[in-house]
């Protein structure tokens, strides 16, 4: 190997001192063609389709996302898998891409290879993504649902009132919205968000907001 790098070496060397010129011409067009087979790589990975190309997607939550309101909807917008879990900017989606290549090993491995496998470690997988949402803000989601962008006065009673209250409190769409688009795993409690509730039950009495705005059937409060 180290002779034939040697020679190649020698080669370019010869060349840049025969032709200059051509040789920048050559390493310019290479490098084009390097460029865009590795953009399209990037992208042809960036699709549904591939998303689905392995078994463990296609009869897992692919299903699930086609009973979602991201798959069917009256607006007609779809948001399809590389919507919500790759990021669009270059630079992040670049290092989302890296870290995927731990998932061709466990396909390799059939880690989830059966439904059984996959429910086993649904939990787990699903603590991943949302811990990253997360850290990451919920970057995929607000780059169709910004908050900042939302006419609260418009929306219903109830989501103006959570989202004042996120907005307030610096809470990010996964805090409350998990299991939109794929089923929660099995004996699932989100503590944390129990114990965020709490906090928002004192918060919307201390405002007077009505329990029967988020509790469908209850009756007016005291305060009305």
Known sequence: MRKWLDVIHQRLVFAADRSPV???LMLFAAGIIFWGGFNTTMELTNTETFCISCHEMRDNVYPEYKTSVHYMNTTGVRASCPDCH???QWV???VRKIKATNELYHHLAGSIGTQEKFREKRL???RIVWDTMRRTDS???QNCHDMSHMALEKQSRKAMIFHEYAQANSKTCIDCHKGIAHRLPQAYV???FED????MHI???NRKDQCYVCHEGMAHSDWD
């Open 22 to 24: 051509l040789t920048v």
């Open 86 to 88: 790759v990021p669009k």
């Open 92 to 94: 992040h989606m670049f």
């Open 124 to 126: 787990h997988l699903a």
């Open 139 to 141: 970057r995929e989601c």
């Open 190 to 192: 989100d503590r944390a």
């Open 196 to 199: 965020m509730l709490d906090t």
């Open 203 to 205: 918060a919307f009495e």
